[in-house]
Nanobody, 119 residues
Framework: QVQLEESGGGLVQAGGSLRLSCAASGSTFSINDMGWYRQAPGKQRGWVAGITSGGSTSYADSVKGRFTISRDNAKNTVYLQMNSLKPEDTAVYSC?????????????WGQGTQVTVSS
């Protein structure tokens, strides 16, 4: 089992920045990929960014060039630096991690943290 706890959400004006953190605990030895999704009111949850255990990153087109994902494997933590925020970035942001153990892949989710961008 892996537990994920996000922090760093809040209210920010358009053009501002926030950094989200997501710390993993439990069976962290089995962690592989980590990343973020978001869900805006009335919309489906969408993938935002991901990072492999080796540090390769990928982004949704809507955040490319504005958001940066990184991870600290020693701390079992993934970060999402969000710059040039727009009102349409307002959403609940949830981190995830994919674990691989004994041939079985499992995805774990955090509870989510609210990000609100005012215009």
């Amino acid at each position: 089992q892996v537990q994920l706890e996000e922090s760093g959400g809040g209210l920010v004006q358009a053009g501002g920045s926030l950094r989200l953190s997501c710390a993993a605990s439990g069976s962290t030895f089995s962690i592989n990929d980590m990343g973020w999704y978001r869900q805006a009111p009335g919309k489906q949850r969408g993938w935002v960014a991901g990072i492999t255990s080796g540090g390769s990153t990928s982004y949704a087109d809507s955040v490319k060039g504005r958001f940066t994902i990184s991870r600290d494997n020693a701390k079992n933590t993934v970060y999402l630096q969000m710059n040039s925020l727009k009102p349409e970035d307002t959403a609940v942001y949830s981190c995830y991690t994919d674990t691989y153990r004994r041939g079985i892949s499992t995805r774990y989710w955090g509870q989510g943290t609210q990000v609100t961008v005012s215009s």
